[in-house]
T-cell receptor
Framework: AQKVTQAQTEISVVEKEDVTLDCVYE???????LFWYKQPPSGELVFLIR??????QNEISGRYSWNFQKSTSSFNFTITASQVVDSAVYFC????????????????FGTGTRLKVLA | DAGVTQSPTHLIKTRGQQVTLRCSPK?????VSWYQQALGQGPQFIFQ???????QRGNFPDRFSGHQFPNYSSELNVNALLLGDSALYLC????????????FGDGTRLSIL
């Protein structure tokens, strides 16, 4: 079975603090993809990053960085020097390739972590 | 470049009624997925359409049905509404055949009284 666990329901930090959001996943597939999305109060899910199962390199994009470790089935997300605008719900998602002609994918989301950054 | 657009934004229905939600995919996308997001939860996959056919389905009853049109837009229909169907319904589009990230719309918030 495929599953994504985000154990942190809510995190509050003061502006400029660093914060790490945890994501642990379960899958039996060898080929899969991991994603992080941000959901502001407007509701739209904003794509942040995609990582495939063969690429364990960490990635940095501005204040955002991601740590992918297959050995622990984790894909953690760190925001450096957090800002009030980072306040949102963050979702980790797992996508597996469906074997078949269509080759389409579905996402399995975690329950999300609500991040509150206080000024 | 228009992103994913959904209509209506909000909808209020009563138990037993039927509802149709609409989605226009991002330009260049041909695959549409629908998700249900209950309050405080992550989105749950309902189904996915490509080439006007349902390609994958999540664990949702037959009351949930859909359609994709030749222009790739899609509808989600829910019959015999239950109180538990109250949720944010998200549409996502992508391009078939790869691990392209899905782009999401703002969603339709459905409230059942």
């Amino acid at each position: 079975a495929q599953k994504v666990t985000q154990a942190q329901t809510e995190i509050s930090v003061v502006e400029k603090e660093d914060v790490t959001l945890d994501c642990v996943y379960e899958t039996r597939d060898t080929t899969y993809y991991l994603f992080w999305y941000k959901q502001p109060p407007s509701g739209e899910l904003v794509f942040l990053i995609r990582r495939n199962s063969f690429d364990e390199q960490n990635e940095i994009s501005g204040r955002y960085s991601w740590n992918f470790q297959k050995s622990t089935s984790s894909f953690n997300f760190t925001i450096t020097a957090s800002q009030v605008v980072d306040s949102a719900v963050y979702f980790c998602a797992l996508s597996e390739a469906r074997v078949g002609a269509s080759g389409t994918y579905k996402y399995i989301f975690g329950t999300g972590t609500r991040l509150k950054v206080l000024a | 470049d228009a992103g994913v657009t959904q209509s209506p934004t909000h909808l209020i229905k009563t138990r037993g009624q039927q509802v149709t939600l609409r989605c226009s995919p991002k330009s260049g996308h041909d695959t549409v997925s629908w998700y249900q997001q209950a309050l405080g939860q992550g989105p749950q996959f309902i189904f996915q359409y490509y080439e006007e056919e349902e390609r994958q389905r999540g664990n949702f009853p037959d009351r949930f049905s859909g359609h994709q049109f030749p222009n790739y837009s899609s509808e989600l229909n829910v019959n015999a509404l239950l109180l538990g169907d109250s949720a944010l319904y998200l549409c996502a589009s992508s391009h078939r055949g790869g691990n392209q990230p899905q782009h999401f719309g703002d969603g339709t918030r459905l409230s059942i009284l």
